[in-house]
């Protein structure tokens, strides 16, 4: 007789707990944005379904399509002593707000002597797979992580979805989270986090250990590797899978201390690699580690241009496990 299926979790579950949880526990937190109260649907994936009901319109609060509007209501809470947490539904809807989210959020504390804080979560969702075309998946982390004042952090598991987003409405500056599309529905965890769970800001997770190499990675990313780690080790090879959790600022130490015992680095996120959160990464192992290091330091990211329309395009746009496999083994090779 089978034994019965364990139970499963997807992040867009952990993020929908993790928003009810800090509702639940703080009432200055609020949600805002496009279509989140549940006489829109809750949000347009869902995230915050069943907590306008729960918890109120005043306090789930869907807006007009006005992201520049978004983000400076979302400031203008938290100098008033909340906790706004504003979705901006696209990333690359991020551009219209560009203006609010760098010249004021990111640097109110620095303008102000320390005097004012932004205590501010900006949640978006992107992430190719779906057809959605150049308009609606790149990944543009980069940018904000180039901006002193915020912090930048992306989950790939259930329980770091959690511990992340409470985490961050938690913290006094502000938080942008990137959250991937095509992994809301992924069935992973077999429970959810109770509301205890925190993911600390700035810290790795060592998902896999190695030897042979070390691959630093992030959201999406870090599914595939994962999976072609699992793929090298059974052709003898031992991959370290480091997922970065948060992009800005990113931890520096976990990384230098599994590249030193590795000798070998590769990077692979989704974004182009061209001007990429890599080549941060690759410059800073390159000048602690340059002695140590048993090959250049390699970076695996998406083309440099739009993101296509067309399925077949889309597919060879961004890494896989199967580029990402053959990567390593060239790397060890």
């Not at 205890?196 to 599914?223: C, F, W």
Request: hydrophobic letters at 45%.
């Amino acid at each position: 007789m089978n034994a019965p299926a364990k139970p499963t979790v997807t992040i867009l579950a952990a993020l929908n707990k993790a928003l009810s949880d800090a509702c639940s526990e703080d009432e200055k937190v609020i949600l805002l944005g496009e279509d989140l109260a549940d006489p829109e649907g809750g949000g347009i994936v869902g995230v915050t379904r069943g907590l306008s009901s729960k918890f109120g319109d005043d306090r789930v609060r869907s807006t007009p399509i006005a992201e520049q509007a978004i983000m400076g209501a979302a400031i203008g809470a938290s100098l008033a002593g909340y906790k706004p947490v504003a979705e901006i539904m696209l990333m690359n809807f991020t551009t219209v707000a560009m203006d609010m989210i760098v010249n004021h959020a990111a640097k109110l504390r620095f303008m102000s002597g320390g005097q004012t804080h932004v205590p501010i979560v900006i949640r978006t969702m992107t992430g190719l797979g779906y057809g959605s075309g150049g308009q609606h998946c790149d990944y543009l982390e980069a940018w904000f992580a180039h901006v002193a004042g915020i912090k930048v952090v992306a989950a790939s598991t259930p329980e770091d979805a959690y511990g992340l987003l409470r985490s961050a409405i938690e913290d006094p500056d502000p938080v942008l989270i990137i959250e991937n599309l095509p992994t809301y529905y992924t069935p992973m965890s077999h429970e959810l986090p109770d509301s205890s769970h925190r993911v600390p800001l700035g810290k790795a997770a060592i998902q896999r250990e190695g030897s042979d190499i070390t691959v630093v990675t992030y959201a999406r990313m870090a599914n595939e590797t994962r999976n072609a780690a699992a793929k090298a080790a059974e052709a003898g090879v031992s991959v370290e899978v480091i997922d970065l959790r948060t992009i800005a600022p990113w931890d520096r130490e976990t990384v230098l201390a599994s590249v030193r015992k590795t000798g070998r680095l590769l990077i692979v996120h989704e974004a182009v690699r061209e001007h990429g959160v890599g080549a941060e990464i690759a410059a800073v192992v390159n000048e602690e580690l340059f002695g140590e290091l048993k090959m250049p330091v390699r970076r695996l990211g998406g083309a440099f241009a739009p993101v296509p329309y067309s399925k077949p395009l889309e597919d060879a746009f961004a890494p896989n496990a199967a580029r990402i496999l053959e990567c390593i083994t060239q790397c060890v090779n």
